[in-house]
Nanobody, 124 residues
């Protein structure tokens, strides 16, 4: 089994920066991709960014390109999402997710493991 635990998040003013991290433990060898998703109240969970644990592949949602940066440690067990130029519409619960498939993916149902989520609130 795999456990994903998010940390970070909080409240920041629009235009500010914030980072969230995710620590993976357990059978991490079964995970090839780590991703970030977010869900705002009344909205569906949406893809934010993903990174491969085995190579340099990464992907971003168009809405965050140029503002968010996803990175991982060498072991691939910690993934960080650095967020800058934050907007009120970035407010959501941010979830870390792990995928057994080797290819990057943007659909929530293709991810096998999920963290509990961390709240990010951007004030205007």
């Amino acid at each position: 089994q795999v456990q994903l635990v998010e940390s970070g998040g909080g409240v920041v003013q629009a235009g500010g920066s914030l980072s969230v991290s995710c620590a993976a433990s357990g059978r991490t060898s079964s995970i090839y991709v780590l991703g970030w998703f977010r869900q705002a109240p009344g909205k569906e969970r949406e893809f934010v960014a993903a990174i491969s644990r085995t190579d340099s592949s990464l992907d971003y949602a168009d809405s965050v390109k140029g503002r968010f940066t996803i990175s991982r440690d060498n072991a691939g067990n910690t993934v960080t999402l650095q967020m800058s130029s934050l907007k009120p519409e970035d407010t959501a619960v941010y979830y870390c997710a792990g995928r057994r498939g080797m290819l990057l993916a943007t659909t929530p149902r293709t991810y096998d493991y999920w963290g509990q989520g961390t709240q990010v609130t951007i004030s205007s």
